[in-house]
Structures are given as structure tokens and as C-alpha cells.
């Protein structure tokens, strides 16, 4: 009973000395305030004036404020019945400067060259941790900031990086910082030495590695020996794939072991590693839902088959086939789980298969065009709202929109649709491109000397995705007024039309001085229709007055003198075009095909009875990542009929860019009296480029570069090719998509050539791209 009356005392007392330590505050005060709005304080606060304050209090009071970040220190008192919070407040930031010790006396470009990260990535670093100009400085975000610096330089192979800072606070409470960077020298590696391999060896397995000893012919270009721990992590996940898509299971990297020198300037590595043994594909077999799919029907899909080498990306790809053909089936949520089971050396594979629910298309919801029409977008995706789901179409609707040349980047989500467990809301997201100009121009070319222009190209006028095009030209040689006007689908179904009207005068001075003048007007029209999803059949038909002046030089028996009795001529032409399209991308393709065959003929109702029929090919097969094989063939055949010759002016002519580059522009074929090109009613060209962004340059979207090989010429008539008459050069180019257009240039040499050809190694033009 004693025990119980003396606990009892106890919590009276307690309770007692709780309530008088607490005092009822009536205001709060805040001291030190500049920045900070005193009500943002009061609103973040759980105490408010009337109630009784308390240690409790204090320290929750203390943390609120605190994690605001806007303070460096916080003390409260307690003033009769008043709270009084003293503060000091952090500084807000005015500046960051980041120097990098290699930046002095270098050139912008030499900077970004050489420094690991420039001075605008650590800014951007600076922004992400939000110690840029305006942000509230803090200690302990500045560390982290450093901290995160430091690791991105010792990833890069760094190890010496050192980095110092100044903080100066001016009277307004904003502080100016200055970072000095100092990167040091990045690690070389000297040597990599890998130990345990039977199955490959070690140069087989060292090639996987951007990273290596260094070789003084490839490592100037290459700077292989510069170390870092991406890519030596790179370089071991590439050889374990390499095991394991061999069929090495139990395949493991046991150490690596790195010696660094004593400057920790350079890096040796040793690796060891087991391989294991080498497993086979046993059974395979499906289970769970496979809706109108049977076993043998999936299983005919598979590229791996029982008694293979166990390949695990070729399980992956097999995988991705069969959720493909299920996703094209509406089943846009498919869960496809590969089972493996292993028996000495063998791999059973079970694959277990969850449609789920058949998805329909809600809404396709249309983002990033600030120019093009949601109808010009809409037109090219094969699924509309309400229908059903399918991959293939969706991927076969982004490379048609690609292949518009409107957008420089196309990207398609599916996202769920809450509460609806069976529809997807399609979200197309476009980046538009410069898809014309309106050009102003003085320049000079190999054909027509100096020339003045003005012109509108536009391929997508007003976002409607229709195409107009404006020109006028003036030169020493060529004068061209032109209007053309496409609407690619005018009736909704694909069909196009397009008409146009040109006038031209040329006076060609290329074979001799006052050889010939052409003057030339007008009218075309165009009707096209799709046969395909990816081949066309347009038809042309045109009519134009052709009035030709011809020098006395010229039009002597051993030049053109029979046409340039006829001064004037009608012509109506009947033109056919058939294509076939299949390229993934309008401007730089890294993959697809491209086919024409285009017909025409002048009907005999005009003055003029000629046929030509050309045929064109091109097609792009990506070697890997940044390398494509761009091949092209070129055929064209032209010809008189009904007894009349083909006019001297239509006859192909080759050299030059877009024929055989090294040779002059119109200098192949067929030659009069005086060595000057003639043409001839045959060509044949062909080329092979390998292809790569322009990896000299940091922003490269736009560039392209190019080593090729081109071979061809010009002949006669199709009765007198003679193989020896071949021409034959190589090269590298570069193309740039510039905001005034695509621009190209090449050096190039002759290979195979003959006495008294023109050379030209150095060609540049406009509206060229690879």
C-alpha cells in the first residue's frame, strides 16, 4: 500500500513540474529575416501564439525550420510570454564560375577537345543540385555537388582530379563562387592481361575492350590507352555475353586485379576467368495460354532448335518474335517467361505464356508539332482510335513518319488507360524539322559560273504536309523561273496531284564558245496513286515549247547540225514512275531500300519522238552502331523512235557530284571534235559509301561523313559499252543539314581513268546528303 501512495506522489509531482516548465506563449517573433517571408515561417510551424510551449515544442520547431534550407543557424529564446526564433538566413547565390586550369590560351573548340567536362556540363551538374544564379546556398548540397564532380572525373580514369573552391559573400548576403578545376592527367592503361581462357583467345577477347594496350597506329586516332571504369566494366559485361551466347553458362569473371603506378598516371590489368563447360539446347516447350498458337506453330517461330549451342540472346530474340506476333494480335500486355532447367550439359527451356486482356486504342494523342497538322500526322499512323492494337503497325507508323522529312525525332508510347484494363491511349511525340527556306543567293558553281537566286522550298507549306516549291535563277549561262505544287494526299486515300510551270533559257558554252542557247517554257501535271504500303505508281504528262539558237561552230556537219535546223519545238511527254520506299529515316537512313523505274516518252503528236527509262537503286545495311553500307546502282537508257533522233540537249551526261565523283562535272562519255563532252543515250553508275555520324565534331545530329567508292560512265548507244571505258574513283565526303539546307562536299581520286580525262578532286554542292 506504502509502495502504491509513493508512485502516485511521484506522477503528481511529474505532472506538476511539466505544466509549470510550460508557458503559454501569446507572440512569436522572428529576428534576422531578409529574404524569407515571416507568414511562409508561421504556415510551416506547428505551434500558434495561445498555446503552451515546451521542450517537445522546441525541437520540432528547430527541425521544421531547419529543413526548409534556407537557414544556417536557428536558436529560439523565450522573452516573458513572447517565442523569439533568431535566424541566419543562407546566402543566395550569385554567381558560380567554373575554370578549368587546361582553358587558359585555348581556343573554345581545343577546350571542349581536351577537357573531360566543360566548363557547360558542370553548370548543368550545378542547376541539377540547384546551386545555380538565385538558389539558396547550402553547405551541405555544395559538398555533394563536389563529391558528385569528383566521382565523374575518377570514372573517367581522373584519379588525380583536385578541386578547389572560393566563397565571397558580398553585404547583400549573396555569394559568389569560384570553382578551379584541375583534371590532371588521365590514366593509360599499359597493359591487359586476361588468364584461365581455353575456348577463345585472349586477342579475341581484348578486342571487345574500347580500352587497351596502346598500338601507335591505331591508338593516335583512337586513344585506346586512355582508361576508364565504363568502359573496362563495358568491355567485361561484352565478354560474358560473349560466354554465355556460346553456350557457357557457369561462365564468371573470378578477379580483377588493377595495378596502379605510384603517380597514378598508368594502370595495368589482369583478369582471370572460367569458363566452364559448354551447354546445349535441350527440349523446348510452352505452356499457359497460347489462344489460336500451337505448340509446333511457336515453336517453328524459333531460330534456336533442340540440340543447338545454347545461345542466351537468341532465346532473348526468340522471346521478343513470339511477343511480337501476340502484340499484333491486340495482346499489348503479354507476359512471355522463359522456365530453364539444366541436366549435365543440356538447357530445357520452358516458355510460359499470360495474354492477359485484348487492348483496344482509346485516343492517339498528337504532341511537338508547333507546325504540322494533327491530320498530316494522323494519315501515317496505321491504327485509328477504336482499333486494334498492334506493334508491327505502331513501328511501321513511326518509320513513316520519319520518312516524311518533317520531324527530326519520332517517339510512340502506349500508356494504360486507368480503369480500363483493356484500352491504351497511343502518345505520339514529334520534333519538327527545318522541312524548307526561303533563299537569297550569290554564288558560284562548275556549271553555270556566277549565279543570283531567290526561291521558297518547302515540303510541308503551312504544316499541311504538302509540298511548294519557288525558284528563280540568274547566271552567266542558266536563267530559271519555276513554280511546282504537290498535295500528297488531295482525296484522303494516299492519291497524290501536282502541277507546275518552268521556264529556262541556257546557253551552254561548255563545248565551245557560243555553242548553243535552249529557251524553254512549260506546264506539267501529276497524278499519283499508292499500290502498297510502300511502293507508289505516279504518271506525269508535260508540255513545253523549246526554241533553240545554235552557234555556226556547233551546227557544222561535225557537231549537231541536223537538230539545230529545227529552231522550234513542241513537246508533250508522257511520263510513269513506279518507286518503292522502305528506308527508315529521310534524310540519314541507316536502313531500308529505295527502287525507281521511271518511263517517259514524247508522244508524236509534238516535234519530238524519244523515249528515256531509267532505273535507280539504293539500299542502306547497318554494319553496327555508327557504321552503314549505303550501295547504289543507276541505269538509263534513251533513244529516238519513229525515225527521229534524240535531242542532243536530253542525252545523259556524267562527272562530277551525284555521277563519279574525281572526274569534272560533264566531262564523261561520248566526245565531239574538240574533246568536249557530247552525252550519250546510255549510263551506267554505281557506288559503295560507308557511312558514319561525324565523329570529329560534338554535336553531330546533323553531319554525316563518308569513304566511297564510285565507278561508271557514259556511253554511246547500248551496242558499244565497252568494259575498258570504265571509270572508276575513291573518296571520303561529308554532309551537313544546315539551317539554309543540305550541303555536301567530297575530295576524291581518280582509279581508274584515261589519257585526257578531266580531274576534279574536290566537288561541293547544295541539297545533297548521303
Known amino acids: 500500500m506504502k509502495n502504491k501512495i509513493n508512485q502516485l506522489i511521484t506522477i503528481l509531482l511529474l505532472l506538476f513540474s511539466i505544466n509549470a516548465s510550460a508557458t503559454i506563449i501569446n507572440k512569436i517573433n522572428f529576428i534576422g529575416l531578409d529574404f524569407t517571408s515571416e507568414q511562409f515561417l508561421l504556415d510551416i510551424i506547428p505551434f500558434k501564439p495561445g498555446q503552451k510551449f515546451s521542450d517537445s515544442s522546441s525541437n520540432e520547431i528547430l527541425q521544421l525550420i531547419f529543413n526548409t534550407g534556407l537557414f544556417s543557424d536557428i536558436s529560439l529564446e523565450i522573452n516573458g510570454n513572447q517565442l523569439e526564433i533568431t535566424v541566419i538566413e543562407n546566402p543566395f547565390i550569385k554567381f558560380l564560375e567554373v575554370t578549368n586550369v587546361k582553358d587558359k590560351g585555348l581556343s573554345a573548340w581545343l577546350k571542349n577537345q581536351q577537357q573531360f567536362l566543360t566548363s557547360e556540363q558542370i553548370n548543368e551538374f550545378a542547376i541539377e543540385y540547384k546551386l545555380s544564379a538565385g538558389n539558396i546556398f547550402t553547405k551541405s548540397k555544395f559538398d555533394e555537388f563536389i563529391a558528385l564532380i569528383k566521382s565523374k572525373y575518377i570514372q ?6 583536385s578541386i578547389n573552391y572560393e566563397t565571397t559573400v558580398d553585404l547583400q548576403n549573396r555569394v559568389g563562387i569560384d570553382l578551379l578545376i584541375n583534371q590532371g592527367e588521365q590514366v593509360k592503361v599499359t597493359n591487359i592481361e586476361i588468364t584461365g581462357n581455353e575456348v577463345f583467345e585472349s586477342k579475341e577477347l581484348l578486342k571487345l575492350f574500347d580500352i587497351g594496350k596502346p598500338n601507335f597506329l591505331t591508338n593516335y586516332f ?41 603517380n597514378n598516371e598508368k594502370i595495368s590489368i589482369a ?20 489462344g489460336n498458337f500451337g505448340s509446333n506453330e511457336l515453336k517453328g517461330l524459333l531460330k534456336n532448335k533442340t540440340g543447338d549451342v545454347f545461345n542466351r540472346q537468341a532465346v532473348v530474340d526468340d522471346i521478343q518474335k513470339i511477343t511480337d506476333i501476340y502484340a499484333d494480335q491486340g495482346y499489348a500486355f503479354v507476359d512471355i517467361k522463359p522456365i530453364t532447367s539444366d541436366f549435365i550439359d543440356t538447357v530445357d527451356v520452358t516458355i510460359d505464356i499470360s495474354l492477359n486482356k485484348k487492348v483496344y486504342v482509346n485516343r492517339i494523342i498528337i504532341s511537338g508539332n508547333t507546325r504540322t497538322l494533327d491530320e498530316v500526322v494522323r494519315r501515317e499512323i496505321g491504327i485509328s482510335e477504336g482499333g486494334l492494337y498492334s506493334r508491327t503497325l505502331l513501328r511501321e507508323s513511326i518509320v513513316n513518319l520519319r520518312r516524311l522529312g518533317y520531324f527530326s525525332n519520332v517517339e510512340m508510347n502506349a500508356n494504360e488507360v486507368p480503369g480500363m484494363n483493356d484500352k491504351v491511349d497511343l ?19 562548275n556549271n553555270y559560273g556566277i549565279s543570283f ?32 505544287f504537290e498535295d500528297p494526299n488531295f482525296n484522303d486515300q494516299g492519291h497524290s496531284i501536282s502541277y507546275g ?17 535552249i529557251n524553254t517554257k512549260g506546264l506539267n501535271f501529276g497524278y499519283g496513286i499508292p499500290l502498297s504500303k510502300n511502293t507508289r505508281l505516279n504518271s506525269t504528262i508535260e508540255y513545253s515549247k523549246n526554241e533553240i539558237n545554235c552557234g555556226s561552230s556547233f551546227s557544222s556537219a561535225s557537231y549537231e547540225s541536223a537538230q539545230c535546223l529545227d529552231k522550234n519545238n513542241d513537246e508533250l511527254k508522257l511520263g510513269f514512275n513506279w518507286n518503292e520506299n522502305t528506308l527508315n529515316d529521310f534524310m540519314y537512313p541507316t536502313d531500308g531500300k529505295s527502287n525507281s523505274i521511271d518511263f517517259g516518252v514524247a508522244l508524236p503528236i509534238g516535234d519530238y519522238e524519244y523515249f528515256n527509262l531509267n532505273a535507280s537503286h539504293q539500299s ?147 541539297g545533297t546528303g548521303f
Not at 573517367?156 to 582530379?161: K, M, R, V
Not at 565504363?230 to 595495378?259: H, R
Open 156 to 161: 573517367g580514369g581522373y584519379l588525380n582530379i
Open 222 to 262: 583512337t586513344n585506346k590507352d586512355r582508361f576508364t571504369e565504363n568502359e573496362l566494366q563495358s568491355g567485361l559485361d561484352l565478354i560474358t555475353k560473349k560466354y554465355f551466347d556460346s553456350g557457357y553458362l557457369d561462365f564468371q569473371i573470378l578477379n580483377v586485379n588493377t595495378d596502379l603506378s605510384e
Open 271 to 290: 583478369i582471370d576467368l572460367t569458363e566452364g563447360i559448354q551447354y546445349k539446347l535441350g527440349t523446348i516447350s510452352f505452356t499457359g495460354q497460347l
Open 427 to 445: 502518345i505520339v511525340n514529334v520534333e519538327e524539322t527545318k522541312t524548307g527556306a526561303i533563299s537569297f543567293s550569290v554564288s558560284h558553281s
Open 453 to 484: 537566286g531567290a526561291g521558297i522550298k518547302e515540303k510541308n507549306i503551312f504544316g499541311s504536309g504538302n509540298t511548294l516549291n519557288a525558284d528563280f535563277k540568274l547566271s552567266e549561262s542558266f536563267n530559271k523561273l519555276s513554280f511546282y
Open 501 to 517: 510551270a518552268f521556264m529556262s533559257e541556257i546557253k551552254d558554252d561548255d563545248v565551245m564558245k557560243d555553242s548553243y542557247e
Open 620 to 766: 542502306y545495311e547497318p554494319i553496327n552502331d555508327s557504321l552503314t553500307l549505303k550501295l547504289t546502282g543507276d541505269l538509263g537508257i534513251a533513244s529516238g523512235y519513229g525515225g527521229k533522233t534524240l535531242p542532243f540537249y536530253k542525252r545523259y551526261f556524267g562527272g562530277g557530284s551525284g555521277s563519279i565523283r574525281g572526274f569534272g562535272n560533264k566531262s564523261l562519255g561520248p566526245l565531239y571534235p574538240n574533246k568536249k563532252a557530247k552525252g550519250g543515250e546510255l549510263s551506267i553508275l554505281g557506288s559503295a559509301n560507308i557511312i558514319s555520324p561525324a565523329v570529329f565534331f560534338d554535336d553531330n545530329e546533323n553531319m554525316r561523313m563518308s569513304a566511297f567508292i564510285d565507278a561508271g560512265n557514259i556511253f554511246n548507244e547500248s551496242s558499244n559499252i565497252n568494259i575498258n571505258d570504265l571509270r572508276m574513283s575513291a573518296g571520303v565526303g561529308f554532309a551537313y543539314l544546315s539551317p539554309i539546307g543540305a550541303i555536301g562536299m567530297h575530295l576524291s581520286t581518280p582509279i581508274l581513268k584515261k589519257s585526257g580525262d578531266v580531274i576534279e578532286n574536290f566537288g561541293f554542292s547544295l
